[in-house]
């Protein structure tokens, strides 16, 4: 092959990338976003975001050029590719977009099918997002929530007392939307590539943005300018807008008695309601470490089965959730709102290359346990290994380099 081939073929295909080091770097920036979001570092935040971006537009670049001789009106190819068919509405968007060179002046609102794919994305990919009951507020400004369990229905005349006694097991409660931003930096080399591939990359951008911080936010959230967490105390002492961590339960063993009696029988809410199913959730860490060899067990048939528990649940890592954490409750007990969605706007605040201008596309969303005891947190810092079985947490960094 002549140089000036391999020349063309490194800039039609942006060079030779490895997909191990470009999964390990996804991470990290992964990482970096969860540390600015729980130190509260808007500019390290913004940095990490927008490096996760570039790596999104370049991969999409790639793709984009490999499937140039791809007919990507056909459904079948377009779905391979990740792409949409886009709605008539969505073109004239995205059209509009490419016309202007950028969002900059677009006053359409972003079309809300957008958003919609991308929360159905968002329910598809991450575990603990797909348990949420997420709810359209659009237009809401309070919601309903319980004060106590639903009283029984009982025969009698209808009478005031009966009425107000009905109006007490409920509450309003302000939904208070907060501002969840993610940073788009748009290429014009993205522009060119028409309004299918743009659409792609607006839809990654915000998936990976919200999937971070709508875990981090639902699983830990201060309530302060943010979701309230499941780790929270809702009848703590609030110091300055944000809410106290619960106390943690030593839990040391997955026993049947262990578990019944510390997790399910306590969501039962003093036996006033059934609790068919519950969801436990831990740090990936924790998961490998100490649930994992918990739950792994040989079968008669010689192979292994994983995930076995004597009650019914299903367990779901987080790295939102601290290391030797335990939560567990039921989803539904988790209300997330979301609110409508504006248009995508420029920011010269942000602007990393000469031939890129960066956009804010902001989502509105709100959420809490539905009361205290919605959730329960344990600390598993003593939980073992069965016994006869020797558990030893290796850090990567001792592993030889080959």
């Not at 339960?249 to 306590?266: E, F, H, I, Q, R």
Request: net charge negative; with cysteine.
């Amino acid at each position: 092959m002549s140089k000036k081939i391999a020349n063309l073929n490194l800039q039609l295909f942006g060079g030779m990338v490895n997909p191990d080091i470009e999964a390990q770097t996804d991470i990290a920036i992964q990482n970096e976003m969860k540390t600015a979001i729980e130190n509260g570092d808007s500019e390290a935040f913004v940095q990490a975001q927008v490096k996760m971006a570039q790596g999104i537009q370049d991969r999409i670049l790639r793709e984009a050029k490999a499937a140039i001789n791809e007919d990507v009106n056909d459904e079948s190819v377009m779905a391979k590719r990740g792409l949409n068919p886009l709605t008539s509405e969505e073109k004239k968007y995205y059209n509009e977009v490419i016309g202007a060179g950028g969002f900059a002046g677009v006053e359409q609102l972003v079309p809300a099918t957008v958003f919609d794919r991308v929360f159905e994305d968002l329910r598809q990919n991450h575990p603990l997002l797909s348990e949420i009951d997420f709810v359209n507020t659009t237009g809401v400004t309070e919601w309903i929530t319980r004060n106590s369990e639903c009283e029984a229905a009982w025969w009698g005349a209808l009478t005031v007392a009966i009425v107000k006694k009905l109006e007490a097991s409920f509450k309003k409660e302000k939904t208070e939307l907060f501002k969840l931003s993610a940073y788009v930096p748009v290429a014009k080399a993205m522009l060119d590539l028409g309004p299918t591939w743009l659409d792609k990359f607006v839809r990654e951008i915000l998936l990976e943005s919200l999937a971070i911080a709508l875990e981090l936010a639902i699983v830990a959230g201060t309530g302060k300018e943010q979701p309230i967490g499941m780790l929270k105390n809702l009848l703590g002492a609030v110091v300055d807008g944000v809410y106290p961590d619960k106390n943690a339960t030593a839990l040391n063993d997955l026993k049947p008695v262990s578990l019944g009696t510390s997790v399910m029988a306590p969501l039962t809410k003093g036996g006033k309601r059934a609790v068919p199913s519950v969801l436990i959730m831990v740090n990936p860490l924790d998961y490998w470490a100490k649930i994992f060899p918990n739950t792994t067990m040989l079968s008669a048939a010689g192979t292994y089965v994983y995930g076995v528990l004597p009650i019914p649940a299903k367990i779901i890592q987080s790295v939102a959730v601290p290391q030797n954490k335990l939560i567990a409750g039921m989803a539904k007990d988790y209300f997330m709102g979301v609110g409508s969605i504006q248009k995508i706007e420029h920011s010269d605040h942000y602007r990393f290359l000469d031939d890129e201008r960066t956009y804010i596309a902001k989502q509105y969303a709100n959420g809490k346990p539905i009361d205290n005891d919605s959730f329960l947190v344990f600390d598993i810092t003593n939980l073992k290994a069965p016994e006869g079985i020797d558990v030893k947490v290796t850090n990567i960094d001792d592993f030889p380099v080959v």
